[in-house]
């Protein structure tokens, strides 16, 4: 592994898992007690799907062609501790955390032209900052030096249910949960082919973890690897 994961010297952490692992939300406070910027590389498939329905196209009939043709308006505007996803230059982050950009973004996340798109832009932001990246191959496809690699997994149902919680604000029902869970068995089904676990990442199951639990582990292991000049994982095929 080479010290640093992006350009210019610039430190990148990636963090891949399946949907709703709470990689997101992890890696953005990672980013904040570390002083990086957050990269949230699935915000950018949003965006792009976000993009793509507002064209009024049939979702079913859409080619990547059209996918990409609607995210030339899709930019990256740097905050202070992260990227917004941006559709002619205005903020969207309500918009594509919608029920129906979700319904589609699957489709759009394994268009290959699409990817590289999403790829570009996510490696553009690593020239100039240290960054904390999540998605689902940052640490394969994307990063393969990075810094720190770390993938997150979680039980299927408990993933439903953190997933329920935040956006129903109020604790969910069991059969609610078997629903969603059924959902995310079968994102993770269509998500397989990106969601692979680098070789050098280090697993940590939070099933049965805080989020202020992960996201201490995390720090720890980034100030455990920068100081060491990012040589190599500070835990080696070691589950945590």
């Known amino acids: ?26 890696a953005h406070w990672v980013a ?8 949230d590389s699935g915000a950018l498939y949003r965006a792009a799907t976000a993009a793509a329905l507002r064209s009024n196209a049939a979702a079913d009939e859409w080619t990547e062609d059209d996918v990409l043709a609607s ?5 990256l505007s740097p905050r202070e501790t992260s990227f917004a996803p941006c559709i002619d230059d205005r903020d969207v982050e309500a918009e594509i955390r919608g029920a129906e950009v979700t319904r589609h973004v699957s489709k759009v996340a ?23 990246v999540d998605g689902r191959d940052m640490g394969t496809a994307v990063f393969p030096h990075a810094t720190l690699k770390v993938f997150l997994i979680a039980d299927p149902w408990e993933r439903a249910r953190r997933r329920l919680t935040q956006q129903m604000s109020r604790r969910p029902t069991d059969p609610e949960i078997a629903e969603e ?11 397989a082919t990106q969601t692979v676990q680098a070789k050098d990442a280090v697993l940590i199951d939070t099933t049965y973890l805080t ?3 992960q996201v201490d582990r995390i ?17 080696d095929d070691q589950r945590t």
């Open 71 to 75: 995210a030339r308006s899709v930019t």
């Open 1 to 26: 592994m080479t010290p640093t994961g992006g350009e210019a010297g610039k430190v990148v952490i990636a963090i891949d898992g399946p949907a709703a692992s709470g990689k997101s939300s992890t």
């Open 181 to 191: 869970t059924d959902r995310i068995v079968q994102r993770d089904a269509n998500d």
């Open 110 to 132: 394994q268009m290959p032209r699409v990817r590289t798109w999403v790829n570009s832009l996510v490696r553009d932001a690593a020239t100039r900052h240290d960054i904390v």
């Open 211 to 213: 989020q202020p639990e």
């Open 219 to 235: 720090v720890a292991l980034a100030h455990a690897v920068t100081q060491r000049g990012g040589e190599g994982s500070p835990v």
């Open 32 to 39: 904040s007690k570390l002083g990086y910027r957050h990269v």
